[in-house]
Nanobody, 116 residues
Framework: QVPLVESGGALVQTGGSLRLSCAAS?????????MSWYRQAPGKERELVAR???????HYADFVQGRFTISRDNYRNTVNLQMDSLKPEDTGTYYC?????????WGQGTQVTVSS
């Protein structure tokens, strides 16, 4: 079973919205473990977008500027990223990351493209 599976990426216009979802296998999903979204644009390094620990301890990268919201559903073992007011510079592959018991897990990524 693939530990993390992202979905929801698409092509949208500037100012549009997307909701990304990350489905985690039960063995790597813990209520207290940090779950994160990263992104990587072509030719650039992977960077943190948002992180959530528990249900309310959240952290966002500076470039988010209040446009994104990370949340988790502990019953469905999912972590979501609601992205609003998208900009062309948000284009990239978005990855879900889990960290549990000293190990990290990554999904395959979902592509987000924002057209100008």
């Amino acid at each position: 079973q693939v530990p993390l599976v992202e979905s929801g990426g698409a092509l949208v216009q500037t100012g549009g919205s997307l909701r990304l979802s990350c489905a985690a296998s039960k063995r790597i999903f813990s209520i207290s473990s940090p779950m994160s979204w990263y992104r990587q644009a072509p030719g650039k390094e992977r960077e943190l977008v948002a992180r959530i620990i528990g249900s309310r301890d959240v952290h966002y990268a500076d470039f988010v500027q209040g446009r994104f919201t990370i949340s988790r559903d502990n019953y469905r073992n999912t972590v979501n990223l609601q992205m609003d007011s998208l900009k062309p510079e948000d284009t990239g592959t978005y990855y879900c990351r889990s960290y549990l018991s000293g190990r990290e897990y990554w999904g395959q990524g979902t592509q987000v493209t924002v057209s100008s």
